[in-house]
């Protein structure tokens, strides 16, 4: 299938914000997700979100989505080291399994 | 990691060898899935399972094998390991897909075969 497209590699400062973008490819996909990878571990549920909202915030984290352009975005304010991971897209395509993009590392320098 | 072990954690093993990677949850949950992780790919879905017995191919099923006889176990088969195979191998479990399907990881197997 088509892939899941992610920026590959981003680097702020502890403070700053950092915004990590996603193209997906379904339209009619439902759900969204943001995944975080810690080094050495499995994925980790950050957040998600349905398809018929524009934007949904938890705490630090936004997720903005743009259905026409198939764009989503995942914005940490006040980033810390503590972020510094790598942090996967995923669509759910229907009634199918997971599509995953290939991953953002994201570095925080002090 | 939502009550999922994976076993081994490493592994190395030698071209032509079989090799199972065993999947345990004890969340009762009816989904789960073997994934494997490589530099440039991310993650792909090499075979899924929706209940005992009951499996099906992923995007990348050839070469693997998969069983599930009991509702807690996933066991994932390299019926003749090649060096292609050299990859991290991650478990994970869902409790619906027809909804919203949220995957909960194990910790991943290193594999390497020479």
């Known amino acids: 299938g088509e892939d899941v497209e992610q920026s590959l590699f981003l680097s702020v400062r502890e403070g700053d914000s950092s915004v990590i973008n996603c193209t997906y490819t379904?339209?009619?996909?439902?759900?969204l997700y943001w995944y975080k990878q810690e080094p050495g571990a499995g994925l980790q549920l950050l957040t998600y979100?349905?398809?018929?909202?524009d934007m949904k915030q938890d705490q630090r984290l936004t997720v903005l989505l743009n259905k026409k352009d198939k764009h989503l975005s995942l914005r940490i304010a006040d980033t810390q080291t503590g972020d510094s991971a790598i942090y996967f897209c995923a669509e759910r395509r229907g009634y199918s399994t997971l599509t995953f993009g290939k991953g953002t590392m994201l570095l925080v320098s002090p | 990691d939502a009550g999922i072990t994976q076993s081994p954690r490493h592994k190395v093993t030698e071209t032509g060898t079989p090799v199972t990677l065993r999947c345990h949850q004890t969340?009762?949950?009816?989904?789960m899935y073997w994934y494997r992780q490589d530099p440039g790919h991310g993650l792909r879905l090499i075979h899924y399972?929706?209940?005992?017995?009951?499996?099906d191919k992923g995007e990348v099923s050839d070469g693997y094998s998969v069983s599930r006889s009991k509702t807690e176990d996933f066991l994932l088969t390299l019926e003749s390991a090649t060096s292609s195979q050299t990859s991290v191998y991650f478990c994970a479990i869902s409790s619906a897909v027809a909804t919203n399907e949220k995957l909960f990881f194990g910790s991943g197997t290193q594999l390497s075969v020479l």
């Open positions: 399972s929706y209940g005992v017995k009951d499996t």
């Open positions: 969340e009762n949950h009816r989904y």
């Open positions: 979100i349905f398809s018929n909202m």
């Open positions: 379904d339209s009619s996909s439902t759900y």
